[in-house]
Nanobody
Framework: VQVLESGGGLVQTGGSLKLSCTAS????????MGWFRQAPGKEREGVAV???????TYADSVKGRFTVSRDNVKNTLYLQMNSLKPEDTAMYYC????????????????WGQGTQVTVSS
């Protein structure tokens, strides 16, 4: 399974960005895909995950501001980020290849290289 992210960048506080992620080689049972982020000096944390049926789970810190979606035909995952804050600054990673919906990073076996999101104050 290969995963490739795009769409990061620099934005001011209150601005918006949309991240995209394309996965190839997904297998039957690889239902969950999601976004994780890692700020300098911090652990990688789950942001939002979604399964093939469209069920989602969000971290409390992004609820109401971020929206995760996916196109199952294209195996593409999206993250619409609105009302961005400086504390959202991090490297954002797309993850795939796990059967269940979880914000725990350890079960996911396929990861992209990451895309940087920087929110200026």
């Amino acid at each position: 399974v290969q995963v490739l992210e795009s769409g990061g960048g620099l934005v001011q506080t209150g601005g918006s960005l949309k991240l995209s992620c394309t996965a190839s080689g997904l297998r039957t049972g690889d239902d969950a895909m999601g976004w994780f982020r890692q700020a300098p000096g911090k652990e990688r944390e789950g942001v939002a995950v979604i399964d093939r049926a469209g069920a989602t789970t969000y971290a409390d810190s992004v609820k109401g501001r971020f929206t995760v979606s996916r196109d199952n035909v294209k195996n593409t995952l999206y993250l619409q980020m609105n009302s961005l804050k400086p504390e959202d600054t991090a490297m954002y990673y797309c993850a795939a290849s796990y059967s269940r919906l979880t914000l725990d990073r350890y079960p996911y076996s396929a990861w992209g290289q990451g895309t940087q999101v920087t929110v200026s104050s």
